[in-house]
């Protein structure tokens, strides 16, 4: 079973920060915080990772609480191509099991 | 973009044949994995490989197995497809490492079962 719980859908005005919420409060202390994004029908895309420090990349930023209960994947300044389903898993790195995700609608 | 390829793209196949997915990398990773996808189910992770002639199963490992003679290649076979199996199929690679554990997908398989 996934071990991570999203929202299912949230919406975001264009230009603004999108904000994507994950809680995982059974993460294990070898486990990273992974989000990968999916865009209609392509293969998964991987977006960032952390283990407990934040994390920052050319396309988002990655907030994780102090107890690692929770994390929060941030995109600065949303556009119509990030619509998209967004996927918060925890892994120590060899299996990868995906939940629903959360679908990010982008609104012009 | 990462260097996997999968094939065919697109098959359409009969009920009770067999069938063979196939999914090649160039980068050499160690990890390799098998995913479906149907509408409202997501992603499910069918086996994976963790080096070469070591696999393991995924939530939906039933019905399929899995073969890694060498790094580059696994391969996803349907003995004997059924009408459940149509879907679409994704290969991943990882390194597996503490440093370059992000998965890189592949482009897909569309599978239909007739």
């Known amino acids: 079973d996934a071990k991570t719980t999203q929202p299912p859908s949230m919406d975001c005005a264009e230009g603004r920060a999108a904000n994507l919420p994950c809680n995982h409060s059974?993460?294990?202390?070898?486990?990273?915080v992974y989000w990968y994004r999916q865009i209609h029908s392509q293969g998964p895309q991987y977006i960032i990772h952390g283990l407990k420090n934040n994390e920052t990349n050319e396309m988002a930023s990655l907030i994780i609480t102090e107890d690692r209960k929770s994390s929060t994947l941030i995109l600065p300044h949303a556009t119509l191509r990030d619509t998209a389903v967004y996927y918060c898993?925890?892994?120590?790195?060899?299996?990868?099991?995906f939940g629903k995700g959360t679908r990010l609608h982008i609104l012009p | 973009d990462a260097g996997i390829t999968q094939s065919p793209r697109h098959k359409v196949t009969e009920t009770g044949t067999p069938v063979t997915l196939r999914c090649h990398q160039t980068e050499n990773h160690r990890y390799m994995y098998w995913y479906r996808q149907d509408p409202g189910h997501g992603l499910r992770l069918i086996h994976y490989?963790?080096?070469?002639?070591?696999?393991d199963k995924g939530e939906v490992s039933d019905g399929y197995s899995v073969s890694r003679s060498k790094t580059e290649d696994f391969l996803l076979t349907l003995e004997s497809a059924t009408s459940s199996q149509t879907s679409v199929y994704f290969c991943a690679i990882s390194g597996g490492g503490p440093y370059n554990t992000e998965a890189f997908f592949g482009q897909g398989t569309r599978l239909t079962v007739v």
């Open positions: 898993i925890v892994s120590p790195g060899d299996k990868i099991i």
């Open positions: 059974t993460i294990s202390g070898n486990e990273y």
């Open positions: 490989s963790y080096g070469v002639k070591d696999t």
